[in-house]
């Protein structure tokens, strides 16, 4: 059974940093595709960034040069670092994983085949 599990998620001050984590069971991450979204309330799903499992990474130009992902392939971990954080960045962030996906459909979240519940991220101005 697959199961993705994000933590590291909680309350920060505007301009401060989290590490978020997306641990896998079940399936090994290293040989899949691995986005992050995050979801506020009343708003859509919002693409963050992808890791694809040939290693180059990609991030929204809204968090570019803030926001960072690695991978853990000895942890089947992948971490999404977030620096200088702005409380309109308050929102559920997901993990997600797909065996393989390219150009513009990585940026979908339908596209996606598991996902994690997701962990709250809340910036106080």
């Known amino acids: 059974q697959v199961q993705l599990v994000e933590s590291g998620g909680g309350l920060v001050q505007t301009g401060g940093s989290l590490r978020l984590s997306c641990a896998a069971s079940g399936l090994t991450l290293s040989t899949y595709d691995v986005g992050w979204f995050r979801q506020a309330p009343g708003k859509e799903r919002e693409f963050v960034g992808i890791s694809w499992n040939g290693g180059s990474t990609y991030c929204a130009d809204s968090v570019k040069g803030r926001f960072t992902i690695s991978r853990d392939i000895a942890g089947n971990t992948v971490y999404l670092q977030m620096n200088s954080l702005k409380p309109e960045e308050t929102a559920v962030y997901h993990c997600?994983?797909?065996?393989?996906?390219?150009?513009?459909?990585?940026?979908?979240?339908?596209?996606?085949?598991?996902w994690g519940q997701g962990t709250q991220v809340t910036v106080s101005s």
């Open positions: 997600a994983v797909v065996r393989s996906i390219s150009g513009s459909r990585a940026y979908r979240a339908e596209a996606y085949t598991y």
